[in-house]
């Protein structure tokens, strides 16, 4: 059946020294190979485009290798099985897993999982139930440990996972102030999702004190997605004990001279402070307690989510670059038509 199928991907031409343009990307078209015993085809129904995706287009080495230049970029991707040799799958499953920017993904079958779209829509299994959303709770569980009545800063705070963190740690009993970059933003966070305050550091004119106004009793815990100048600004607010989960550092993802600011050592040595990067892979044996814990406070009304979804496969670069212009609100995502 699939020999009649016409496949499409999306390939890194060029790696980018700053900010990325479409030109480093490419449109390939190929035949969609017959799958193997034990494999299955899946066809792409929503990608997911993600910050993180811009250091695998560096060839540096990291915790993750880069993309190979000519091949398919490699992201979250839920689809449907339209073949299958594997007895774990049946036609018209419904599955996640990390695979190519393509129409269609032959793969092993142990490379992806079954998802309910009864229980969630499809779209939720990349964001609040899938990547973003477990980020924000063992990000800020296991390193941050709000405890009630404690202030949580959030950076970042109207993405994929900054508006998840918000909302556990409201759920922990903390006060939360979230920074976002519009008006737009800030006021959803406040209204929508129950933020205590919010900062937009685009226009607020003088960062340092707007947070301290709206953090009178310091930091204890700094969730940090952006890095630069905003979080030099939460450093100096820092309690005693302050926790802080290194999740990004999209400020300097595109920066081409290098991330320069203040040494933050001393800050930290005075306050006791922790900081700690992490990557969701740390966490690969527990992602069934975070799934199950998202998925109950969903059911529960508790949790809510925003998704920007571009339609058309080969809108997928554009959607990309769309991140770090601020442009989207919760999760970014492409349905492809």
């Known amino acids: 059946m699939n020999q009649a199928l016409n496949n499409r991907m999306i390939v890194l031409a060029a790696r980018p020294e700053s900010m990325p343009t479409e030109q480093h990307f490419a449109m390939k078209d190929a035949a969609v190979e017959q799958p193997a015993e034990g494999q299955v085809v899946v066809r792409s129904l929503y990608l997911s485009v993600d910050p993180y995706m811009r250091g695998r287009m560096n060839d540096s080495k990291s915790y993750i290798p880069p993309f190979a230049l000519g091949e398919a970029i490699v992201g979250g991707v839920v689809g449907e099985i339209v073949?299958?040799?594997?007895?774990?799958f049946a036609v018209g499953d419904k599955v996640l897993g990390m695979l190519g920017w393509k129409l269609y993904n032959v793969v092993d079958a142990a490379s992806v999982r079954k998802?309910?779209?009864?229980?969630?829509?499809?779209?939720?299994?990349?964001g609040v139930l899938g990547l973003t959303g477990l980020t924000a709770y063992f990000g800020l569980l296991d390193i941050g440990q709000p405890k009630a009545g404690e202030t949580v800063v959030v950076s970042g705070a109207a993405g994929a996972v900054g508006m998840i963190v918000g909302q556990i740690a409201?759920?922990?009993?903390?006060?939360?102030?979230?920074?976002?970059?519009?008006?737009?933003?800030?006021?959803y966070l406040k209204q929508e999702l129950g933020f205590d305050e919010?900062?937009?550091?685009?226009?607020?004119?003088?960062?340092g004190k707007a947070l301290e106004a709206a953090c009178p009793n310091g930091v204890d815990v700094y969730f940090d997605n952006v890095g630069g100048d905003i979080s030099d600004q939460v450093m100096l607010l820092l309690n005693t004990h302050a926790r802080i989960p290194l999740c990004g550092a999209i400020s300097s993802y595109n920066s081409k001279s290098g991330d320069?600011?203040?040494?933050?050592?001393?800050?930290l040595i005075k306050t006791r402070s922790l900081i700690?990067?992490?990557v969701l892979g740390d966490y690969a044996d527990r992602t069934e307690e975070g799934i199950q814990a998202l998925g109950q406070w969903l059911g529960e009304g508790k949790l809510k989510y925003e998704e920007t979804i571009v339609e058309g496969f080969d809108k997928v670069p554009q959607a990309f670059l769309q991140l770090f212009e601020g442009k989207n609100m919760g999760k970014m995502l492409v349905k492809i038509l």
């Open 276 to 278: 700690k990067g992490f």
């Open 170 to 187: 409201k759920l922990k009993g903390a006060r939360v102030v979230g920074i976002a970059g519009t008006d737009e933003k800030t006021s």
């Open 198 to 207: 919010t900062i937009n550091y685009k226009t607020v004119g003088d960062l």
């Open 83 to 88: 073949e299958s040799k594997s007895e774990q």
């Open 260 to 267: 320069i600011g203040p040494r933050i050592q001393t800050q």
């Open 115 to 126: 998802v309910d779209d009864q229980m969630a829509p499809l779209s939720a299994y990349l």
